[in-house]
């Protein structure tokens, strides 16, 4: 559901792109597989509009496809000139088709401290993805330090990511973290 919180009209464009990770980028891709009702829509001030997601795709799902649903707001250009201000928002957010619930991730994670960062590197070799998020880190003497707040990414199955998250202050300059 798109919701218009502000006071004046809105117009959302949806789309959808295959989604797929290589070379620890995500790449996405034009799809047919799975379209959005209705890809575009006015929006009123206060009301919302219930988008639908449909697998017209006719060959059955065998392991989990991975898609990202985009939602552009079309900027009004008349708007835009007499303010002198153009804020167009995009929200990307993921959508899994799982034809088989028993599919998990098996996901491994290593972590090292470098000076001022932390290196995540991620390996899923399961059927679905994994959803990495809330990165601590743990010292000896039992005080912990929270380096990722919230999504650091995902891990699509069979697919390899890796992160570097700057330290915040407070972990800078303490050592031997636990985990």
Known sequence: TVVNGGTDPI????????????????ALAP??????SPPMAVIPPGQS????????????????????LLVDEITDR???????????????????????????ANLTLTAEVASDSLRIDASNSGGAHAQVSNISLAYGDGSSVVVGAGLVGYVLPTKNR?????????????RNPQS
Not at 31 to 36: F, S
Not at 83 to 92: F, K, M, N, P, T
């Open 11 to 26: 117009t959302p464009q949806i789309r959808v792109f295959a989604w797929e990770q290589n070379a620890n980028e995500d």
């Open 31 to 36: 799809t047919t597989a799975l379209v959005a």
């Open 78 to 104: 008349a708007a835009d000139a007499t303010s002198g201000v153009a804020l167009q928002l995009r929200y990307s957010v993921p959508v899994f088709v799982r034809p088989n619930a028993r599919d998990v």
């Open 49 to 68: 509009q219930t988008v639908r997601l449909v697998r017209v795709d006719k060959a059955r799902a065998t392991a989990e496809e991975h898609y990202r």
């Open 162 to 174: 890796q992160w570097t998250i700057a330290l915040p202050p407070e972990a800078l300059g303490r």
